[in-house]
Protein backbone atom coordinates (compact mmCIF):
# COMPACT_ATOMS: atom_id res chain seq x y z
CA UNK A 1 0.00 0.00 0.00
CA UNK A 2 1.62 3.23 -1.19
CA UNK A 3 1.95 5.71 1.72
CA UNK A 4 2.99 8.88 0.12
CA UNK A 5 1.74 9.95 -3.96
CA UNK A 6 3.92 11.94 -5.82
CA UNK A 7 3.04 14.26 -8.62
CA UNK A 8 4.24 17.49 -10.80
CA UNK A 9 7.56 15.47 -12.91
CA UNK A 10 7.72 16.06 -16.29
CA UNK A 11 10.32 17.45 -18.94
CA UNK A 12 11.71 20.71 -19.34
CA UNK A 13 14.94 22.68 -20.74
CA UNK A 14 18.04 23.20 -18.69
CA UNK A 15 17.36 26.28 -17.01
CA UNK A 16 13.11 25.58 -16.30
CA UNK A 17 11.61 25.03 -13.38
CA UNK A 18 9.13 22.44 -12.02
CA UNK A 19 6.91 21.83 -8.91
CA UNK A 20 6.54 18.63 -7.35
CA UNK A 21 4.08 17.41 -4.47
CA UNK A 22 3.64 14.77 -1.94
CA UNK A 23 0.89 14.00 -0.55
CA UNK A 24 0.41 11.26 2.61
CA UNK A 25 -2.07 8.77 0.79
CA UNK A 26 -5.39 7.27 3.09
CA UNK A 27 -2.95 4.67 3.84
CA UNK A 28 -0.39 6.74 5.90
CA UNK A 29 -2.61 5.96 8.94
CA UNK A 30 0.63 7.14 11.45
CA UNK A 31 1.45 10.28 8.98
CA UNK A 32 0.84 12.72 11.65
CA UNK A 33 3.60 10.80 13.72
CA UNK A 34 6.11 11.53 10.91
CA UNK A 35 9.14 13.87 12.20
CA UNK A 36 10.65 14.33 9.10
CA UNK A 37 9.25 15.08 5.16
CA UNK A 38 12.00 15.10 2.24
CA UNK A 39 12.66 13.97 -1.33
CA UNK A 40 15.62 11.58 -2.75
CA UNK A 41 16.34 11.06 -5.77
CA UNK A 42 17.67 7.70 -7.97
CA UNK A 43 19.28 8.27 -11.68
CA UNK A 44 19.68 5.72 -13.47
CA UNK A 45 22.88 3.03 -12.66
CA UNK A 46 23.52 5.10 -9.40
CA UNK A 47 22.36 5.06 -5.89
CA UNK A 48 19.75 7.20 -4.23
CA UNK A 49 20.51 10.48 -2.71
CA UNK A 50 19.09 12.59 -0.57
CA UNK A 51 18.15 15.98 -2.01
CA UNK A 52 16.23 18.09 0.87
CA UNK A 53 14.77 16.95 3.80
CA UNK A 54 12.27 19.16 6.20
CA UNK A 55 11.44 18.81 9.86
CA UNK A 56 7.94 18.83 10.76
CA UNK A 57 8.00 20.74 14.45
CA UNK A 58 11.02 23.20 13.97
CA UNK A 59 10.57 23.53 10.14
CA UNK A 60 14.14 23.28 9.61
CA UNK A 61 15.66 22.04 5.94
CA UNK A 62 18.29 20.25 4.61
CA UNK A 63 19.43 20.57 1.33
CA UNK A 64 22.22 19.02 -0.37
CA UNK A 65 24.67 20.84 -2.06
CA UNK A 66 24.20 20.38 -5.38
CA UNK A 67 20.64 22.03 -4.82
CA UNK A 68 21.33 24.41 -2.46
CA UNK A 69 20.60 27.80 -3.78
CA UNK A 70 18.16 26.38 -6.31
CA UNK A 71 15.67 24.40 -4.98
CA UNK A 72 12.96 24.55 -2.15
CA UNK A 73 10.99 22.57 -0.22
CA UNK A 74 7.59 23.22 1.92
CA UNK A 75 5.48 21.97 3.85
CA UNK A 76 1.65 22.18 4.43
CA UNK A 77 1.10 20.47 7.74
CA UNK A 78 -2.04 20.27 7.79
CA UNK A 79 -2.58 18.70 4.69
CA UNK A 80 0.59 16.32 5.48
CA UNK A 81 2.19 17.25 2.15
CA UNK A 82 4.97 18.27 1.24
CA UNK A 83 6.21 20.45 -1.97
CA UNK A 84 9.82 20.70 -4.19
CA UNK A 85 10.17 24.07 -5.50
CA UNK A 86 13.17 23.18 -8.49
CA UNK A 87 14.58 26.14 -10.24
CA UNK A 88 17.54 26.41 -12.48
CA UNK A 89 17.47 22.75 -13.72
CA UNK A 90 20.57 21.09 -15.17
CA UNK A 91 20.77 17.62 -16.56
CA UNK A 92 22.42 15.95 -14.03
CA UNK A 93 19.27 17.12 -12.00
CA UNK A 94 17.87 14.27 -14.02
CA UNK A 95 16.27 11.49 -12.26
CA UNK A 96 13.57 9.54 -10.33
CA UNK A 97 12.26 11.75 -7.51
CA UNK A 98 10.65 10.12 -4.28
CA UNK A 99 8.76 11.05 -1.35
CA UNK A 100 9.93 10.04 1.81
CA UNK A 101 8.62 10.50 5.53
CA UNK A 102 9.65 8.56 8.96
CA UNK A 103 9.52 9.28 12.65
CA UNK A 104 13.08 9.64 12.91
CA UNK A 105 14.67 9.43 16.19
CA UNK A 106 17.45 10.99 17.13
CA UNK A 107 18.46 14.76 17.75
CA UNK A 108 15.79 16.15 15.81
CA UNK A 109 17.45 16.65 12.28
CA UNK A 110 16.08 14.53 9.24
CA UNK A 111 18.98 13.30 7.51
CA UNK A 112 19.45 12.66 4.56
CA UNK A 113 20.22 9.21 4.58
CA UNK A 114 17.75 6.76 2.42
CA UNK A 115 18.16 3.93 5.04
CA UNK A 116 16.20 6.23 7.86
CA UNK A 117 13.19 6.40 5.98
CA UNK A 118 10.60 3.44 6.08
CA UNK A 119 7.93 5.20 3.94
CA UNK A 120 8.14 6.14 0.26
CA UNK A 121 6.16 6.88 -2.98
CA UNK A 122 6.54 5.37 -5.99
CA UNK A 123 8.19 8.41 -7.59
CA UNK A 124 7.79 10.76 -10.52
CA UNK A 125 10.03 10.91 -13.53
CA UNK A 126 11.86 14.39 -13.76
CA UNK A 127 13.96 14.84 -17.18
CA UNK A 128 16.09 17.83 -18.11
CA UNK A 129 17.45 18.47 -21.31
CA UNK A 130 20.57 20.55 -22.14
Known amino acids: QVRLVESGGGSVQAGGSLRLSCAASKYAYYSRSWTCMGWFRQAPGQEREGVVTIARRSGNTYYADSVKGRFTISLDDARNTVYLQMNSLKPEDTAMYYC????????????????????WGQGTQVTVSS
Open 100 to 119: AASLVVGDGTCPLLSARYNN
